[in-house]
């Protein structure tokens, strides 16, 4: 479990840069499974070490923003078919 993982203070920056990095996802999008790989990438960067605040945001904003393209290209292809 993620909490015998990590320190109390070091999952509230996790749980904050998570928000954070949500916010940049669109509306209307598949926020459940969106929010899990963005989280996995925060974790993952947690792991490392590197777990300020900064690093994990950009953690989180750098899935979302993967996400999002990736969305963005499958609604374009799906759209020219």
């Known amino acids: 479990m993620i909490t015998d993982t990590f320190d109390r203070r070091t999952i509230a920056k996790m749980e904050v840069?998570?928000?954070?990095?949500c916010l940049?996802?669109?509306?209307?999008?598949?926020?459940?499974?969106?929010?899990r790989i963005i989280?996995?990438?925060?974790?993952?960067?947690?792991?490392?070490?590197?777990?300020?605040?900064?690093?994990?945001?950009?953690?989180?904003?750098?899935s979302a923003m993967q996400l999002t393209a990736s969305a963005q290209y499958i609604g374009r292809k799906e759209a020219a078919n």
């Open 17 to 21: 840069a998570l928000e954070r990095a």
């Open 24 to 35: 940049l996802l669109p509306a209307g999008s598949e926020k459940h499974n969106a929010r």
């Open 39 to 62: 989280a996995s990438k925060i974790i993952e960067c947690a792991n490392r070490g590197e777990a300020t605040l900064s690093r994990l945001t950009e953690a989180g904003y750098a």
